[in-house]
Nanobody, 121 residues
Framework: VQLQASGGGLVQAGASLRLSCAAS????????MGWFRQAPGKEREFVAV????????YYTDSVKGRFTISRDNTKNTVYLQMNSLTPEDTALYYC???????????????WGQGTQVTVSS
């Protein structure tokens, strides 16, 4: 499956952004979808994951209550709504697809190209 992430940008602290990730090539609904991020000099870290039908989600503690992952299987798209952004959220954000309910990058077989989110203070 091919993934194309978009929606990043430069915003001020407290603002919101919605990232999108469009999938093509294989049956999107067969995959668990995740969002990850990587800040300069840091390892890629898990942000959120959503189940195949979209009924289950899970978040890393630092984004709980601020970020919401969702998907539209009719549009082959997964979203990440990010509210109350802080400078600590600045990173390159990646969407990824997996065949199981997993949270580590090495378990995801397919990756988008990343979209930059920069939050100024």
């Amino acid at each position: 499956v091919q993934l194309q992430a978009s929606g990043g940008g430069l915003v001020q602290a407290g603002a919101s952004l919605r990232l999108s990730c469009a999938a093509s090539g294989r049956t999107f609904s067969n995959y668990v979808m995740g969002w990850f991020r990587q800040a300069p000099g840091k390892e890629r870290e898990f942000v959120a994951v959503i189940s195949r039908p979209g009924s289950s989600t899970y978040y890393t503690d630092s984004v709980k209550g601020r970020f919401t992952i969702s998907r539209d299987n009719t549009k082959n798209t997964v979203y990440l709504q990010m509210n109350s952004l802080t400078p600590e959220d600045t990173a390159l954000y990646y969407c990824a697809a997996a065949v199981a309910w997993v949270f580590t990058p090495d378990k995801y077989a397919y990756w988008g190209q990343g979209t930059q989110v920069t939050v100024s203070s």
